[in-house]
């Protein structure tokens, strides 16, 4: 779902009606707790504030559908973010929180705590993935990522270098044919 920009705030854009963050994003939330096929949520630039924060975090905690979750440019404070760290400690299954643009840095240690329990989540995720679809795991999958990193960029410079000399060869093979070919008096192929 993707629901950017819309700025649901504590005050209408005309300053006149008043509507609070809490119930738009709360109907959302509360609509998304039972979800069994929503993977994802994006409410960027939003100005949901702690408010929306909260109706969040109360989805966050029962749902066990979603994995990436977008919470950009939307006035999160220290406050969101600690309130945040609770529900994703309760959740297993989100993988992505994105904060960036909020009031909360990225330096913050709930920030950073939140960070960790995803990295957790992630590996879980992983884990899950191949007990249950042992058929689809490759080398790949159980390799440890500097491994792979290393073994990938040798194995480039190794195969350029070949393909290039390798197509030098083959040229003047073919050139090599053609002349033999003129010779014998033979159409060249």
Not at 2 to 28: H, M, P, Q, R
Not at 126 to 134: G, N, T, V, W
Not at 157 to 172: A, C, L, P
Request: charged share 30%.
């Amino acid at each position: 779902i993707w629901l950017t920009n819309n700025e649901i705030s504590d005050e209408s854009s005309d300053g006149i009606a008043k509507t609070t963050s809490a119930g738009a994003v709360g109907y959302l939330m509360s609509a998304l707790e039972g979800n069994r096929t929503v993977l994802e949520v994006y409410l960027g630039g939003n100005k949901i504030g702690t408010k929306g924060v909260a109706s969040v975090c109360n989805m966050l905690r029962v749902n066990s559908v979603i994995t990436d979750l977008g919470l950009e440019d939307n006035e999160i404070c220290d406050d969101g973010a600690r309130m945040l760290l609770d529900a994703v400690g309760q959740n297993t299954t989100l993988q992505t929180l994105k904060m960036t643009g909020n009031v909360v840095g990225n330096d913050s240690p709930h920030i950073k705590s939140i960070n960790e329990l995803l990295k957790r989540n992630r590996e879980v995720a992983k884990l899950l993935f191949e007990a249950e679809h042992p058929e689809l795991v490759t080398h790949k999958l159980r390799r440890p990522e500097k491994e792979r990193k290393r073994t990938s960029r040798s194995s480039r410079s190794r195969g350029g270098e070949g393909r290039k000399d390798g197509d030098r060869r083959r040229r003047r093979g073919g050139e090599q044919r053609r002349s033999d070919s003129k010779r014998e008096g033979r159409p060249s192929s």
